[in-house]
Structures are given as C-alpha cells and as structure tokens.
C-alpha cells in the first residue's frame, strides 16, 4: 500500500491510497471466506464453500464489494497512521479506481487538527487571589466564631443589617394568602437575604411598632403584596476577645494561639484557592490569544464527551439525562447550549495548549511516556503491560503523547506567567508552594491539569478518535 497526503483548504487533507492488485486479492479472499459463512451452498458445510463455487453462485463481483467495505477502513487508518494525521472528523471517501477489477486506488478527504501559531503566550500575567492572611481576614473568622457566642439584646434603634428583628408578615396574591409567606413571630436577620430582597429593604431603616406594606416579585402572573408589622428588635451582643472566652470556644488557651491556628488553617485554604486559580486565569488568558474559530467538529465532539459524562453520573444515581431536563426544567437544545459556550473554551484550550508545546519543542522521552503509563495503569488498577497493550490496540498511544505534551505545556505557562493579586501587586511564587510542614495538605500539582478535581479546566478537551468511513 502506498498513500500520500495533500493540503487542501478549509483545514482538511487528502490522502490517495493506492492498493496494488496482488495486495488486494488477499482482502478479497478474505471477503469470500466471510460471504461462505454467511450463506447456505448446497453440499457444503457452512464456511466450507470454495471461492470458485460462490463466485460462480453469487458473482465475482460480490467478494470485491464486500472487500472493499472492510478493508478500505483499515488501509485509511494505516495511511492516517503512516503519516501523522491528526484527523478530527470522519473522511469523505472516494473510490477512484478498481471498483470492478485490478488494484484499488482511493482518495479520503478528512479535517484535521489545526496548527495555531500563537504570540504573546510568554508574556501573561493574570490576576489570582492573594495567598496572604491578613489581620482582617483573622480578625472576621474570629468575630464569626464569637457570632456563636453573642447573646441578642433588645434596642430602641432603627434597624440595621445584622439585627435580629421579631415580625408578622402577611402576604397575599389576587386576595388569598401565599403559603410561607404568612406567618406571626417570624425571627428574621436583617440582611441575611434568606426570604425576599424586597424584605430586607423595607425593614433597614424600620422601628418598632411600624406597619410596611409592599410588593414582592414572585414566579407567576400577579405580584405578591405583603404587609408587614415590626414587633421588636434585638441586636447580637459579641463577647469581648480574652483568653477566658478563647478557652471556653476553642481548643486553646490564649486569643494567640486561636489566631495563630486560624492563620495557619486560612493559609492552607487560600494557598489552594490561589494555586486552582492560577491553573484555570492562566489558561483562560491563554485562550484569549487564540483569534481563530474553533472548529465545530471538535466542538461538536466535545459537547457529545460532556453529555456522555452528564449521563454516566446521573446513571450511577439512579436517573437519566430526562429526568435531569425534568428536574432542572430545561430543554435538551437547551441543555446542549449551556455545554457549548464551555466545549468551545475547551477546544481552544486544547489547541493553544499543543501550540505551545510545539513552539517550546516539548517531547516527552520514551522514558516519561514509560512513566505516564506507570502512572495512568495506577489510577486504573491495572499493570502498565496490560494497559499499554490495550493502548497499542485501540491505536491511542499518540492521544497519550499529546495529553503528557499538553500538561507539560502548562506547567511550563505556570513557570512563566506573571501573577498578580487584585490591586496589581506582584505575588511571591513561593506563597503558592505546598507547605513543607503540613504533609496531607492538599496539592492541586498531583492531579495533573485534566484530573477531575479540574473538570471545569477549559483545556480538558480529548483527543479524537480516527474518523472511519
């Protein structure tokens, strides 16, 4: 077999395959032995029929038909994999000679990945929560713990946001009471938002002994009018900050061993926080450098990953993608629509990704591709022959070399971004390190850049599989 590959327009290719005639009497001689299993030939056994005997009953020109539909797929792979295609979409194929006798030559038409050249990716610079803890940020966790301590004490004030105020509310639509919406006594925070926001702007500001009356905006056709009696208001009263109150609501014996461990433990959050931040601003900004449309092969596919997903975890709950549109009260287009805006920052990530792993020449040692199996038969119990081997077969050994290649890439976008906090202050690439001293502290770093604890990561985008005729 001979194949060669053209560049046509539109980000497509087109390999000629040419069989030689010798070549091709092995597929049709194949295709006979499968024809004599399938059809009944007085005087011979199932499959046992000779090749003469059905060409003289079924023609010749049965064996070549049937060779042509399975073998063409397998000498369309062999030139995709003889000469790196890196095809996204299933060929369009045309036989071109041989349909009726001799060699075969065919031509297969098939998208393919498309190469971006990207500038500026050495230059990002993203903005990233700070990893530092201030003494505001301890001084609120500790005041949200002396929350649990404070003891309501009645005011004679105008209400205000943190106030915990004792109401009858009525409300009612077209004249009939709305359920959970009607009710005496009701103890309600002041700015906590957990009824109605038309709620808590009616009563800033209120006093005891005030009658409000408003309307609410809920689902359905008539506003709900609601009137509302202030019967008393009573303010949180925080314990003083000592070592007693201390003792009393932590494990400590000082207010400075609390802040020292809610530092610490705030610390470890934020550190995180950052480092997950980092990952996902940078390849964002990535992404933003890409100026090319996605092709929509690829979104396409990427879409379909997502819902196969969706539906394998809602399987593994007892329910399905119906009743999912069910629950959440969508549509499928509806559904497919919300996946798409993300399956095209996907696919762009993906593309930008190899870019610059191909601009920076990453590639990976037989070494580390021998280690990146290790790890992958790890995560899946089972031993790294046994995977490597079920690789090679289903022809996914290259999809392994892009994803190591892409991972690599980040890391090195990582390296080399610059990161800065909100005001625009540098941020010290050591805060965002794991801690030495905390060994089961959480390292995003290990999960590698398409691990589930990602699964929101733009450049989560798979590699396609070989398109087939």
């Keep these: 077999m001979r194949s060669v590959v053209e560049p046509l327009e539109g980000n497509k290719v087109k390999l000629s395959i040419e069989v030689d005639e010798q070549e091709f009497e092995k597929d049709i001689d194949a295709a006979f032995r499968k024809i004599a299993r399938e059809v009944r030939i007085p005087g011979f056994r199932p499959g046992k029929a000779p090749r003469r005997i059905l060409e003289n009953r079924l023609g010749k020109e049965s064996g070549r038909a049937e060779a042509l539909r399975e073998a063409l797929p397998s000498y369309y792979s062999k030139a995709v994999r003889d000469n790196e295609v890196d095809v996204v979409a299933p060929p369009e194929i045309d036989i071109t000679a041989g349909e009726k006798s001799g060699g075969v030559t065919f031509d297969a038409v098939v998208e393919v990945r498309p190469h971006l050249h990207l500038a500026g990716y050495g230059g990002l610079r993203v903005v990233v929560p700070s990893p530092v803890v201030t003494d505001e940020d301890i001084d609120a966790q500790v005041d949200r713990l002396r929350g649990n301590f404070g003891e309501l004490t009645v005011v004679d004030r105008p209400a205000r946001d943190g106030d915990f105020l004792t109401i009858d509310v009525h409300g009612d639509r077209a004249g009939e009471p709305v359920s959970g919406l009607t009710t005496d006594d009701f103890l309600y925070e002041l700015g906590s938002g957990t009824v109605l926001a038309e709620l808590d702007e009616n009563l800033c500001g209120a006093k005891v002994g005030d009658i409000l009356a408003f309307d609410a905006d809920l689902p359905g056709d008539d506003p709900v009018k609601l009137r509302v009696l202030v019967k008393e208001t009573k303010e949180k009263v925080l314990p003083p900050v000592t070592d007693e109150w201390a003792s009393e ?17 705030m610390g470890l959050v934020k550190r995180v926080q950052s480092t997950l931040s980092l990952r996902n601003a940078t390849v964002e900004a990535l992404v933003e450098l890409v100026d090319a449309d996605a092709p929509a092969s690829l979104i396409d596919a990427e879409v379909e990953r997502r819902l196969h997903d969706l539906n ?16 959440t009260g969508q549509t499928a287009d509806q559904l497919v629509g919300s996946y798409r805006e993300g399956s095209i920052a996907s696919v762009k990530a993906d593309l930008a990704l190899r870019a610059v792993a191909e601009a920076e020449k990453i590639e990976p040692t037989d070494q580390e591709i021998d280690e990146e199996i290790d790890r992958l038969a790890a995560s899946n119990n089972m031993k790294p022959a046994e995977l490597r081997r079920s ?7 290259p999809a392994v070399r892009s994803e190591w290649k892409k991972s690599k890439a980040l890391e090195w976008l990582l390296e080399h971004v610059e990161i800065v906090d909100a005001d625009g202050q540098p941020i010290d690439r050591a805060l965002l390190e794991p801690d030495p001293n905390t060994p089961d502290a959480y390292d995003p770093e290990a999960e590698g850049p398409n691990s589930e ?4 990561d733009p450049s989560d985008s798979q590699d396609q599989e070989t398109g087939e005729p």
């Design 249 to 265: 609501a932590s494990e400590f014996d000082s207010v400075e061993e609390l802040r020292a461990d809610i530092s610490h433990r």
């Design 312 to 327: 394998h975890r809602l399987e593994s709950q007892g329910a399905n993608i119906g009743k999912y549109l069910e629950a």
């Design 391 to 397: 690789l090679d077969r289903a022809d996914q050994m």
């Design 453 to 456: 604890t990602s699964a929101e």
